[in-house]
């Protein structure tokens, strides 16, 4: 039995579906808020358990009888990023010790044992989460990430619009980045394999390490309109995400992971082999259909 949580989000969806194609005879149960939110194809092939994998009653159902358990942290601004990260995930690894889980591969990012790992923000949170499920007595892999290339979708008005995304790190800092269906089978072949033992890390990287400049020049070309970067400063940033109403202390944790980011966070990373997606792939296949279908809609 392999118990996905989040399985309606960007990773979950694309692990969910690689999950069924290539293991037919695997038990699958799902954690989910809004189980309609599955496809309907996806509902009647796997079990449903129906609420919040951060609350204990929810997570104590869905863990009994698990093999293995994907585990995702859905991003919440709402409240303090020790509540939102090692808070949220507290349950599930008193639940995996209750309920003897052999396996957790969970989503984490990259930066422990760099100097910045201890003030990296979200980031910092998020390794917490990391020695709170190994300390649980699980085998753990934790998928060390960097940026998603998915975090340009957010910009897809603007690039239409004004040929403008934003970030910011300087428009020459080259840093590994992901695709998240890279993610997903890195995650798929762990689950499956179970024959892994202990805690550790598996970086997910993208084939090239880019700077904001190299995105903006691989835009320009796949998309075949200019594409440039315009630097954000920190300030601004947190001003805009204070205006949208988050926690301010979650606000400062997403300050800070920029500036670590800045600083070299993710260029430090543990080099290995490398995924198989590359940024003009993604922009052909991901970011010119929506840019291509927004265009049309304004019209």
Request: hydrophobic share 45%; net charge negative.
């Amino acid at each position: 039995m392999i118990v996905i949580t989040a399985p309606t989000g960007n990773i979950g969806r694309r692990l969910l579906s690689l999950l069924i194609e290539a293991a037919p005879d695997e038990k699958l149960r799902v954690v989910a808020r809004d189980p309609a939110r599955l496809p309907e194809a996806v509902r009647g092939r796997v079990e449903v358990i129906t609420g919040s994998h951060g609350d204990a009653e929810t997570v104590d159902r869905a863990f009994a009888g698990a093999d293995a358990i994907f585990w995702l942290v859905p991003p919440d601004g709402s409240v303090p990023p020790d509540q939102a990260y090692r808070g949220f995930t507290a349950p599930a690894a008193r639940a995996f010790a209750t309920h003897g889980v052999g396996h957790v591969v969970g989503v984490s990012a990259l930066g422990r044992g760099t100097p910045l790992a201890g003030r990296a923000g979200l980031v910092t949170a998020t390794l917490a989460v990391d020695d709170l499920i190994a300390g649980s007595g699980v085998a753990y892999r934790a998928l060390a990430c960097p940026s998603f290339y998915e975090n340009l979708l957010e910009e897809a008005g603007s690039i239409r619009e004004r040929g403008v995304f934003t970030d910011t790190v300087a428009a020459d800092r080259k840093a590994p980045l992901v695709a998240v269906a890279d993610i997903a089978a890195a995650a798929a072949g762990l689950l499956l394999d179970r024959s892994w033992t202990g805690t550790g890390s598996v970086p997910v990287l993208g084939p090239q390490d880019l700077a904001p400049a190299d995105l903006a020049r691989i835009m320009t070309e796949q998309l075949g309109r200019p594409v440039r970067y315009q630097r954000e400063s920190l300030d601004d940033l947190r001003s805009a995400m204070l205006g949208y109403g988050l926690d301010a202390t979650f606000v400062e944790g997403m300050v800070e992971m920029k500036r670590a980011k800045d600083q070299g966070l993710d260029a430090v990373a543990e080099r290995g082999p490398r995924a198989d997606t590359g940024f003009a792939q993604w922009c052909s296949d991901v970011l010119k259909p929506l840019v291509t279908a927004e265009a049309v809609d304004a019209r």
